[in-house]
């Protein structure tokens, strides 16, 4: 698990939750499927920079305002 992405993986669920979307619906936005997204979210796969984009633009956020912490 890479370092402080216990924080980005609680403001990917809380995000998530917050706009009332599934692990499904935003990995279908994102062009991944739900499993790879679940992963992400748990930290158990690593967030790649064009993904991290994909991922902001769906809860309308620049990258740095969702992942800053994670690139610490």
Same mark, same amino acid.
């Given at each position: 698990?890479?370092?402080s992405?216990?924080?980005v993986?609680f403001k990917?669920? #809380?995000?998530r939750?917050?706009?009332n ?7 279908? !936005? $994102?062009?991944?499927? =739900? ?6 979210? #748990?930290?158990?796969?690593r967030?790649?920079y064009?993904?991290a984009?994909?991922?902001? !633009? $769906?809860?309308?956020? =620049? ?5 800053y912490?994670?690139?610490?």
């Open positions: 698990m890479a370092k992405s216990t924080n993986n990917l669920q #809380n995000l939750k917050a706009n979307m599934s692990y499904e619906s935003v990995a279908k !936005e $994102v062009g991944i499927c =739900k499993a790879y997204y679940w992963q992400i979210e #748990n930290g158990n796969r967030l790649y064009d993904l984009l994909k991922i902001a !633009e $769906v809860f309308k956020l =620049k990258p740095d305002e969702l992942f912490e994670y690139y610490k």
